[in-house]
T-cell receptor, first 117, second 109 residues
Framework: GAGVSQSPSNKVTEKGKDVELRCDPI?????LYWYRQSLGQGLEFLIY????????KSGLPSDRFSAERTGGSVSTLTIQRTQQEDSAVYLC???????????????FGPGTRLTVL | QKEVEQNSGPLSVPEGAIASLNCTYS??????FFWYRQYSGKSPELIMS????GDKEDGRFTAQLNKASQYVSLLIRDSQPSDSATYLC?????????FGKGTRLHILP
C-alpha cells in the first residue's frame, strides 16, 4: 500500500477484556515499530521488529502486552486483561532499513485510539 | 540526563519570523537524527532527516547537527500559521529510535 495502515482506528473496550491491534507496514519495509502516546504526552517506545524477530522488547510495559509479526509484514499488538491506564493512541511505524543504518526514516500509521472503560 | 531533551514550550513566534527548535541527546554514537511534526490528534510526519554534521536545507526548513555538542536544531523560516504544531526530535540509539517529548510551536498571526 501507499502508507502504513492500522486497524481498528478506534477501539472501546471494557476493563479486563483482551484487545488486538493490527499494523500493515509499507511494502518492503523490514523494520516495524509500535509506540504508545497518551494524551498530551510524547511517544513511548513499545517494541521493534526486524523482519519477524523482535531484538528489543524492553519497552513493553507489562507481561499483558505481546506482539508478533508474521511473514515479515503484518504485525499485531495484543493487550490482555486491559486496564484503564492502557487507554492511549497506539502508533505503528515502519522503515526501509533497521535503525542506525542511514535512511532509517520511520513512517507512521494513523494510529489506533484505545479507550478502556 | 534524558536521552533526548526538548523544551516543551509553547514557543510563540510571529508569522513571518524564524522559529528555532532545539534538541540535545545523550548517546554520542547516535548517527541518525530526525525532526517530525505532529498536529493535534494526528500522527507524526517526517520533516527532515540529517546524518552528517552541518546544515541541511529543504525549502523553509533547515536542520543543523553538531555531533560534538550533541545537539540538533530545526529552523523554520518565514513561519506560517500552518506551522503551528508539536515538533518531535528523534535520535537513533542501539536498535531503537528515541523520541523527545516535543516542543509545541505556536505561530502568531
Amino acid at each position: 500500500g501507499a502508507g502504513v495502515s492500522q486497524s481498528p482506528s478506534n477501539k472501546v473496550t471494557e476493563k479486563g477484556k483482551d484487545v488486538e491491534l493490527r499494523c500493515d507496514p509499507i511494502s518492503g519495509h523490514t523494520a516495524l515499530y509500535w509506540y504508545r502516546q497518551s494524551l498530551g504526552q510524547g511517544l513511548e517506545f513499545l517494541i521493534y521488529f526486524q523482519g519477524n524477530s523482535a531484538p528489543d522488547k524492553s519497552g513493553l510495559p507489562s507481561d499483558r502486552f505481546s506482539a508478533e509479526r508474521t511473514g515479515g509484514s503484518v504485525s499485531t499488538l495484543t493487550i490482555q486483561r486491559t486496564q484503564q491506564e492502557d487507554s492511549a493512541v497506539y502508533l505503528c511505524a515502519s522503515s526501509l532499513v533497521p535503525p542506525g543504518s542511514g535512511e532509517d526514516t520511520q513512517y507512521f500509521g494513523p494510529g489506533t485510539r484505545l479507550t478502556v472503560l | 540526563q534524558k536521552e533526548v531533551e526538548q523544551n516543551s514550550g509553547p514557543l510563540s513566534v510571529p508569522e513571518g519570523a524564524i522559529a528555532s527548535l532545539n534538541c540535545t541527546y545523550s548517546d554520542r554514537v547516535s548517527q541518525s537524527f530526525f525532526w517530525y511534526r505532529q498536529y493535534s490528534g494526528k500522527s507524526p510526519e517526517l520533516i527532515m532527516s540529517i546524518y552528517s554534521n552541518g546544515d541541511k536545507e529543504d525549502g523553509r526548513f533547515t536542520a543543523q547537527l553538531n555531533k560534538a555538542s550533541q545537539y540538533v536544531s530545526l529552523l523554520i523560516r518565514d513561519s506560517q500559521p500552518s506551522d503551528s504544531a508539536t515538533y518531535l526530535c528523534a535520535v537513533d540509539r542501539d536498535d531503537k529510535i528515541i523520541f523527545g517529548k516535543g516542543t509545541r510551536l505556536h505561530i502568531l498571526p
